[in-house]
């Protein structure tokens, strides 16, 4: 069956970092953004929770939905309005602050060019426990455009997170795609390898790989070029 896409991992993937310094200068941002509240530290708690919620989201809501309804369950003494302002403001200025912790890869941009000069469709299949604005964000810290991008999951559009497979299926549903029409570019053994349970063809990044203890089961891991040249093979054998 001919390839027809390949979905690029953001976080670690196109985008280099280390996951817990990146997510330790998160938390200490949201901490910041409610500074002058009565208890940050439990706004903070909640905001952990609340991701921990979407990801065992199986739908029909969104991860958004999932997300605020947990949210808001904890931290009810002001309107949801007087929230989703804060993070916004949040997202919008303070977390661009976070591109300084993050690294450059070269090869990304040219990557998702090369796929997209083959005619294949380039979905952005970032973990979607981020707003549009924030993945965006981190989209473009990595060098590639946005517009890059056929599709790009972000908590108001999906329906599921990694790393449960069926956010892969749903993603194959939603795209009306199948396994064999898709190749995954990751670095996460779990949250990216859950696609393998589902027969999709899985290539890993090793810059920042992640649970590097189930690499055995991992169909390829290389570096950034080992991985564009080994994609480039792919799409030619399969084209």
């Not at 080994?230 to 054998?237: D, F, M, S, V």
Request: glycine share 4%; proline share 5%; charged share 25%.
């Amino acid at each position: 069956m001919a390839l027809k896409a390949v979905w690029f991992d953001l976080d670690g993937t196109l985008l280099p970092f280390d996951r817990k310094t990146f997510e330790k200068a998160y938390f200490k941002l949201i901490y910041s953004t409610f500074s002058d509240q009565d208890d940050p530290k439990k706004i903070v708690n909640s905001v952990m929770a609340s991701v921990e919620a979407m990801t065992q989201n199986h739908g029909p809501n969104t991860n958004e939905r999932v997300f605020l309804d947990y949210f808001m369950q904890v931290n009810d003494d002001h309107p949801l309005s007087f929230y989703m302002d804060r993070f916004m403001d949040m997202y919008t200025h303070g977390f661009n602050q976070l591109k300084n912790i993050c690294e450059m890869e070269p090869l990304s941009k040219p990557l998702v060019d090369m796929v997209k000069s083959y005619g294949l469709t380039t979905v952005l299949a970032t973990n979607p426990l981020f707003p549009k604005v924030a993945t965006y964000a981190r989209c473009s810290w990595s060098g590639v455009d946005p517009d890059a991008f056929d599709f790009i999951t972000t908590y108001e559009n999906s329906i599921s997170a990694k790393p449960d497979p069926y956010y892969f299926t749903w993603l194959l549903q939603h795209l009306g795609l199948t396994k064999d029409e898709v190749i995954l570019i990751g670095n996460d053994c779990i949250e990216d390898g859950a696609a393998v349970s589902l027969g999709i063809d899985v290539m890993l990044v090793n810059r920042y790989l992640e649970h590097p203890e189930l690499k055995d089961q991992m169909p390829f891991i290389g570096t950034m070029d080992q991985v564009m040249q080994r994609l480039k093979e792919r799409i030619e054998h399969h084209g």
